[in-house]
């Protein structure tokens, strides 16, 4: 098999998908306060909400993509071991 063992790389997308959640739990730690904004104007903290829905939007939408990625890594672990087992079976039985 050529390339990068998929052990390998569902370590380290199960690495990133640990760092985006904690990214993820920061972020919310941060939604905008109404206190901080109505100097600004009415509006000023409708605007700050949406944008940090948006950048929490985002911080989601990576982390299922890298989580589309470790269960792509997660089929080929399984697909390798059946064909090993498979294998193993047949010499078995020579």
Do not use: V
Request: net charge negative.
């Amino acid at each position: 098999m050529n390339g990068t063992n998929p052990d390998d790389l569902l370590e380290g997308y199960r690495n990133a998908l640990d760092a985006l959640t904690d990214a993820q739990d920061a972020l919310a730690e941060c939604f905008p306060n109404g206190r901080d904004y109505y100097p600004q104007g009415a509006e000023a903290i409708s605007l700050a909400q949406a944008e940090h829905w948006k950048r929490r939007g985002m911080l989601t939408a990576i982390h299922d993509e890298i989580q589309e990625l470790a269960m792509f890594c997660m089929s080929a672990i399984d697909e390798r071991n059946e064909r090993a087992r498979e294998r193993d079976a047949r010499r078995t039985q020579a």
